[in-house]
């Protein structure tokens, strides 16, 4: 069973910038970070291959120029940048790893893919 300690979020102005981190306690192949708002489904954020240091992130399109994904394999953490935010990017933040390969760029945002999940960071952004 692997851990994962998220920290970061809060609340800020729009156009505001908010830093996420998460800890893996264990092994992972995959970890992402998904969102859900209320009423809404969880989505992906953007996921990334943690197995290897050269790994791209996979964004949504929603956050595509304005998030960044990075990693820090030594500590076995990733974090998300979150720039130029905006009021429709509130929500509950999930810090999520599988230990798994994806096969399909669909999957790598797709909740279901995912084994292990964080207790989630709330992000506020107020207009």
């Known amino acids: 069973q692997v851990q994962l300690l998220e920290s970061g979020g809060g609340s800020v102005q729009a156009g505001g910038s908010l830093r996420l981190s998460c800890a893996a306690s264990?092994?992972?192949?995959?970890m992402g970070w998904f969102r859900q708002a209320p009423g809404k489904e969880r989505e992906g954020v953007a996921t990334?291959?943690?197995?290897?240091?050269?790994?791209?992130?996979t964004y949504a399109d929603s956050v595509k120029d304005r998030f960044t994904f990075s990693q820090d394999i030594a500590k076995n953490t990733v974090y998300l940048q979150m720039n130029s935010l905006k009021p429709e990017d509130n929500a509950m933040y999930y810090c999520a790893a599988t230990p798994l390969p994806i096969s399909t760029v669909s999957g790598l945002l797709s909740p279901a893919k995912y084994t292990y999940w964080g207790q989630g960071t709330q992000v506020t952004v107020s207009s």
């Open positions: 990334i291959y943690t197995s290897s240091s050269s790994g791209t992130p």
């Open positions: 264990g092994y992972t192949r995959l």
